[in-house]
């Protein structure tokens, strides 16, 4: 007789991992935003988010297209490039009930939405704010986006001569509240920085670090995208895209660790260490510049605001969701209309 089959873990709601999966992954094999869709998936499991509670936003991007690849249960919308935010701000301003996640690239936030992230990091809009950041638009085959760092070579050997937006620097200065840093293989941190950032209320913007691999065929091999471009008579525009291994990372607080990845770069990670207070937003801020000025990236929680109201707290929003407000709610009476066209005249 076959052994019964454990039951899979259920969380408080009583729902296994499964509830909170997505569609299947149409991604590179190996492309980093796939860990942090992994990662999306087991924090809210985790944390026993109910998914119909959950309003998931992005913009344009391969970044943009993930939240696709988690929470199939939960409301979501796809914006405009760069557009995410005021779509999330909306949404989260008619029904302050739920749980907001954008999802969102460094050319997605940081060339095109600038404007628009600015805007939400001030404004401290409860939501997750995740940025998948690689460097490049990989959607677009690899130009440098407005966060690679100066001498960084693209796929053709062209180094990028210009200064990087630092996102989470930006954020803290602006007014967000959660701020962190995080690397896509490092799933133990990761983890752990999402479900901090899913209790927070208020804006908590996690900046992923999560390679873009297809940039990194080489030009010797035959099954590289240069070789079947040089060599395919196409009958419809169509790329090859190489299968890369996952890089996963494990490593302790205060440790710095060397990360090679596909293409042979190196990426220097340095976690704060334990007893680090998050708190103070000019260390949060120093630290940043001086590992900047190392070359290295520090990865954790570098700044928590618990204290400062959120934007729905400052607008003094009805605690019934707007859009649930009954119209003899929501109507003025044309008592009231007449008294303010007589404030008016
Ligand atoms: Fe990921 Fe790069 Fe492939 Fe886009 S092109 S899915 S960023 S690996």
């Given at each position: 007789m076959a052994a019964p089959t454990p039951n899979p873990r259920t969380n408080r709601l009583g729902l296994v991992l499964a509830d909170y999966k997505g569609g299947k992954?149409?991604?590179?094999?190996?492309?980093g935003h796939n860990a942090v869709s992994e990662r999306i998936v087991e924090a809210m499991h985790e944390m026993g988010v109910?998914?119909?509670r959950v309003a998931k936003f992005s913009g344009i991007g391969c970044s943009s297209k993930s939240p696709a690849y988690f929470l199939s249960r939960s409301h979501a919308f796809n914006a405009l490039h760069g557009r995410m935010p005021s779509v999330a701000t909306g949404a989260l301003l008619a029904n302050r009930t739920l749980v907001g996640l954008g999802v969102s690239g460094d050319g997605d936030t940081a060339s095109i939405g600038i404007g628009q992230f600015v805007h939400l990091m001030r404004r401290n809009v409860p939501m997750i704010y995740v940025i998948e950041d690689n460097g490049v638009y990989g959607l677009t085959k690899g130009q440098f986006s407005a966060t690679a760092d100066v001498g960084s070579t693209s796929k053709s050997g062209i180094a990028n001569e210009l200064p990087p937006i630092d996102t989470c620097a930006l954020a803290i200065e602006l007014g967000a509240t959660f701020v962190g840093r995080s690397f896509s293989g490092d799933k133990r941190q990761l983890l752990s920085m999402l479900e901090g950032a899913i209790a927070h209320h208020g804006t908590a913007l996690l900046d992923v670090v999560s390679p873009c691999v297809t940039f990194n065929d080489h030009e010797g091999s035959t099954k590289s995208y240069a070789y079947m471009k040089d060599h395919d008579e196409p009958i419809h525009e169509i790329s090859f895209v190489p299968a890369f291994e996952d890089i996963a990372v494990e490593y302790d607080p205060g440790a710095t660790l060397e990360v090679t990845l596909h293409d042979g770069s190196r990426l220097l990670l340095r976690k704060l260490e334990e007893?680090?207070?998050?708190?103070d937003k000019v260390v949060a801020v120093r630290r940043l510049m001086e590992s900047r000025a190392r070359g290295e990236v520090l990865t954790g929680v570098l700044y928590v605001d618990t204290a400062a109201p959120s934007f729905l707290d400052a607008l003094r929003l009805a605690d019934c969701p707007l859009a649930l407000l009954p119209e003899r709610e929501v109507r003025p009476t044309r008592a009231v209309l007449d008294e303010v066209m007589a404030e008016m005249r």
């Open positions: 992954s149409t991604l590179c094999a190996g492309c109910p998914p119909e007893g680090y207070d998050p708190r």
